[in-house]
């Protein structure tokens, strides 16, 4: 599974890049079973949204 940084929506590759694990709350119901959504951001500063060029689409 791709996972994508919260803050640049760049790929993230958590096995060779320093990051933050956030866990949002997504649901939760009457009898107080909570569903959990993970998420990533990168630990260095991000570049700004829509920026990143995706692989595979680098000028010539």
């Given at each position: ?6 803050r ?29 959504r993970?998420a ?21």
């Amino acid at each position: 599974m791709i996972q994508l940084c919260e803050r640049c929506f760049a790929p993230v590759d958590a096995a060779t890049e320093r990051v933050y694990r956030l866990s949002h709350t997504e649901s939760a119901d009457a009898a107080g079973e909570v569903t959990w959504r993970e998420a990533v951001v990168h630990v260095e500063a991000c570049v700004p949204a829509g920026t990143v060029v995706p692989a595979g689409r680098w000028a010539a």
